[in-house]
Structures are given as C-alpha cells and as structure tokens.
C-alpha cells in the first residue's frame, strides 16, 4: 500500500484545514487507517483512527471535539476534518495503515505497517 497526504496548509488560529490520504492497491478496504503528527524535537504521536469498515473511530483527547476522521473506501481515501485549530496543532501529519481487523482500530506508531511522507499544517496565532 503507498499512501499520499495532501491538504496542508498555514492557516490562523481557530481556522480549518481538511487533510486527505490517497492509497494506492486493491486491498485498501483490509486496513485500518490513522492519523500521526510529529512536531519538531518531539515524538510522533497519535491523532486518529478508524477502522477497516468506517465504523468506529478513536481520537487522542487533545484533538476530541475538533477533528474528524473519516473514510471512502470506494475511493481509497481517508480524511481528516480539522476544526478549531490551534497553534500547538502545528506538526507534520502523517497518513498510516495496519492491517488490522479489530473492530476498535488501533492508536501506537508500532501497529501501523504503511506510513505517507506526511503533510506540513501550520498554525499561527
């Protein structure tokens, strides 16, 4: 699976940005799919994720309330909604998948088996 993030951008505090993923292979619809940032000098750590149906999704509690993500397995794609944005959102973000089945989808770095090169948001205040 080759994964490709677009939709950066810089936007001001409290603006939106809509990130999308476009994955390449039939197998698409097999994945669960997350969203990772990684700001720099820190770890990458969890945004988003949903599982292989669309059907459940979890969030980290820093973006709960302002992000959605979402799925378009007809077009190989996954989202991310982002509202309400603030400055410490500013990261790269990364699009991932794991092959994964559960029906709660998975949210550490090492279950993930595709990553994308990442899109930059920037968020000024």
């Known amino acids: 699976v080759q994964l490709v993030e677009s939709g950066g951008g810089l936007v001001q505090a409290g603006g939106s940005l809509k990130l999308s993923c476009a994955a390449s292979?039939?197998?698409?619809?097999?994945?669960?799919m997350g969203w990772f940032r990684q700001a720099p000098g820190k770890e990458r750590e969890f945004v988003a994720s949903i599982n292989w149906k669309g059907t459940y999704t979890v969030y980290a509690d820093s973006v709960k309330g302002r992000f959605i993500i979402s799925r378009d397995n007809a077009k190989n794609a996954v989202y991310l909604q982002m509202n309400s944005l603030k400055p410490e959102d500013t990261a790269l973000y990364y699009c991932?998948?794991?092959?994964?089945?559960?029906?709660?989808?998975?949210?550490?770095?090492?279950?993930?088996?595709?990553w994308g090169q990442g899109t930059q948001v920037t968020v000024s205040s």
């Open positions: 292979g039939r197998t698409f619809t097999r994945y669960a």
């Open positions: 991932a998948a794991d092959l994964s089945s559960d029906y709660v989808p998975r949210r550490e770095v090492y279950d993930y088996d595709y």
